[in-house]
Structure formats: structure tokens, C-alpha cells
């Protein structure tokens, strides 16, 4: 080789870090030899995929050699009428990361700024790296992504703003109140992108209705996913909601075949099943109840979150406590990577895995 291969590299991509995922269940078998392991730490639904889901999926397989629907016409058919919105107004992505990404690739020029909260979900600061632009972090209050401090932080460089409502690894949202305040204040020039991966668990009043605000602020993109509630993590699909004009753009970056014919159908499934989706809001409810009563019990702090999953300040550093979790079966997520080394951030179960969780955590603090 003539030259060490980073010198040929774009200084923004050296500027990313390895995104640290999950510990898959297989690897932990593998390492530790263990076989009865329980992951809490991506968040997934604990019910496993609906039954709808995995028969439209088993009916299909003999139709995999075609390309998908480029333009995902049912799905978007299927989505528009579950969220009153115009086909027209929706994009399909290879999870929601996938159309986040598509929002950089399409608005962010060359030292462009993009703001985020300091504690954002990793996906954020290497999508505005790789697309080059510039991010600018926000320090939270009261961990709560701080939208007066978000204003004030605004250029004539500020393209996006990117607002996980609510925020992964913190879990909390911000108001209805708290946003078109931001909205009505933010630069012309500047783009804000809701990315609700969570927002069908938060129950709270105040929480903002990002589809009537569009209807108010042309300049807002929404995000959201099959990944979580509808428990098709391992299928990657996303969806972006916006002004037709904002779609129109983002379509031109999109690669033609970018979600697959199964992870279509099984989205326009996981739709249909209501009975799923409120046996998955009940067991999350009851959860983090089970969790927090717990978790008080033991004079352990904890982030309060509106989402499946719990932030928690352990007495010990957390990535010792994940490691002896881990030996014990149980998979959670540290947090060093997001500088929170006295944090685990640790997904809300099924009854009986949660119940595991708090006996081997009471046994190791
Ligand atoms: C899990 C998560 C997502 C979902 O990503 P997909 O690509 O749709 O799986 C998006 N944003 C946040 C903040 C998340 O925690």
C-alpha cells in the first residue's frame, strides 16, 4: 500500500466513533457459555413478534426472489390511514435511522450546524459527522433536552435540529408547550426533526402532537419506528413523516430498494394487530411500575422515563456491574459510551424478566 490508508480518509469520518450496540444473546452464550440469557438492553418489545406478523412472513417467502415496492404503496396506503396524513407526506426507511440519515445526506452542506442534546442517541452525532456537517451539543436540564438553551444556540449555520422526543438513553420528553416555542422562534433556515421512536408509550397530556404542529411549521420533520412497540427490531423499518415538498426532497437520496418486500408486509401486519399493541403497552406499564417500586426499595436513583426502558444510577461504576450482570445471565446496556459511567440503562421485560433483573441486581449492589 503506498500510503497509510487514513491519509486517503475524510478527517469528518475519523472524527466517528464505533457505534457500541446491544451485546447479541448468541455472543454472550458463546463467550460465557450460558443458555438461559435475558437482553434488556435495546429496548426491544419482550412479547416477541405478533402472530399476524410471523404468518403474512411465512406466506410471503415463496415471493423473495422479487424486488420489493420501491415505493412501499401499501404500507404508506396503510400508514397514512392510521395517522391521518396523506400518503404523500410519509417516507419509508430501513429503520428510522435509515430516514434520519436521509435528512442529513439531503440538507446538510459543508459546516453546516447540526444541534443536539449532549446525551442524544449515538446514531445523531455519526450521521452529522458523516454527512459533514458540524454537531453542537446541548447540555440537558434537569435531563430534559433544554429547547430555550437549543434556541439561543442558533446560527446562521444551524441547518437541523435533532430532538429524540422522548430521548434515548435519558427518557424523558419535552412539552407541547416547550416545542412550538422552539418552533416559533427557530431560524427559516433551520430544520427541526422529532424523532418520537418512543412515542406511542408516553401516555402524558402535555405531550406534543407533531402532526397537527406541521400543519402550523412547515419546517418540521417526523420520525418514527417498528422497532420498538411493534417488536420488528430485526427487520430495520422506519418511517418519516413531513410536508410533501420536504418528502419529495429526502426521496432523492433515498436508495430505490431500500426497505425489503418482508419488512413492508410485516409492517402493514404489526399495524393491523391492536390486540398486540395493547398487550404490549400493558405489559410495559405494569413493568415499570414493577421496576421503580423496586428499584426504591433497594435507594437506587433512576431517570424518570415515559419509555420502555430505565436509566438507573448504580453505587458502583456501570460497566462492572454490566459485566457481572452479564455473568449472571443478564444483558443490560453501560453507558460510558454516552459518558454516563454511573449509569445502566436497562429495558423494561416480561413479569418474570424484570423480576430476575431486581433479584440479581439486589444480590450484586
Ligand atoms: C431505538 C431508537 C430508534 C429506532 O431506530 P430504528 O432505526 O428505527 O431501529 C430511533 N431513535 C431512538 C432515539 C431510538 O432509541
Redesign the pocket.
Known amino acids: 500500500m503506498p500510503c497509510s490508508i487514513k491519509k486517503l480518509v475524510n478527517p469528518d469520518i475519523l472524527a466517528i466513533e464505533l457505534y457500541q450496540p446491544g451485546k447479541p444473546i448468541q455472543e454472550v452464550q458463546q463467550e460465557l457459555g450460558l443458555k438461559d440469557i435475558i437482553k434488556l438492553a435495546?429496548?426491544e418489545n419482550p412479547l416477541g413478534p405478533s402472530p399476524l406478523v410471523t404468518q403474512a412472513i411465512q406466506k410471503h417467502l415463496q415471493d423473495i426472489h422479487y424486488y420489493p415496492d420501491a415505493g412501499a404503496h401499501d404500507l404508506k396506503k396503510a400508514l397514512a390511514n392510521h395517522l391521518n396524513v396523506s400518503p404523500n407526506s410519509i417516507i419509508v426507511?430501513?429503520?428510522?435511522?435509515?430516514?434520519?440519515a436521509m435528512i442529513s445526506h439531503t440538507f446538510i452542506k459543508p459546516n453546516d450546524e447540526i444541534i443536539i442534546s449532549k446525551h442524544?442517541?449515538a446514531?445523531f452525532t455519526i450521521i452529522a459527522h458523516e454527512s459533514h456537517g458540524k454537531p453542537v451539543y446541548i447540555p440537558e436540564n434537569n435531563w430534559r433536552h433544554d429547547l430555550k438553551a437549543t434556541l439561543k444556540a442558533c446560527n446562521q449555520h444551524t441547518k437541523l435540529i435533532y430532538i429524540?422526543n422522548?430521548?434515548?438513553?435519558i427518557g424523558t420528553y419535552n412539552t407541547d408547550e416547550e416545542l412550538r416555542e422552539l418552533l416559533t422562534s427557530v431560524p427559516e433556515h433551520t430544520i427541526v426533526v422529532l424523532?418520537e421512536?418512543?412515542y406511542e408509550y408516553v401516555n402524558e397530556k402535555d405531550y406534543p402532537n407533531t402532526l397537527k404542529l406541521m400543519e402550523s411549521f412547515p419546517n418540521l420533520i417526523v420520525?418514527?419506528?417498528?422497532?420498538?412497540l411493534y417488536g420488528l427490531?430485526g427487520l430495520?423499518?422506519?418511517y418519516g413523516i413531513a410536508r410533501p415538498e420536504i418528502i419529495e426532497l429526502l426521496n432523492r437520496v433515498r436508495l430505490p430498494f431500500n426497505v425489503s418486500s418482508i419488512a413492508q408486509i410485516a409492517a402493514i401486519k404489526a399495524l393491523e394487530d391492536q390486540d398486540y399493541v395493547e398487550a404490549s403497552l400493558t405489559i410495559n406499564r405494569e413493568g415499570m411500575k414493577q421496576m421503580q417500586d423496586e428499584l426504591k426499595n433497594f435507594g437506587l436513583k433512576y431517570i424518570p422515563s415515559v419509555?420502555n426502558f430505565m436509566t438507573i444510577k448504580v453505587p458502583e461504576n456501570g460497566l462492572s456491574l454490566y459485566k457481572k450482570l452479564l455473568n449472571a445471565g443478564i444483558i443490560v446496556r453501560p453507558l460510558v459510551s454516552y459518558q454516563l459511567p454511573d449509569y445502566i440503562r436497562v429495558t423494561i421485560g416480561t413479569q418474570t424478566q424484570n423480576e430476575r433483573f431486581l433479584k440479581a441486581l439486589a444480590h450484586l449492589i
Not at 426507511?93 to 434520519?100: D, P, R, T, Y
Not at 422522548?166 to 438513553?169: A, I, L, Y
Request: zero cysteines; hydrophobic letters at 30%.
Open positions: 435495546s429496548n426507511g430501513n429503520g428510522s435511522e435509515n430516514v434520519l442524544a442517541f446514531t429524540a422522548p430521548g434515548n438513553p424523532d421512536a418512543y420520525t418514527r419506528t417498528f422497532s420498538k427490531a430495520r423499518i422506519g419509555t
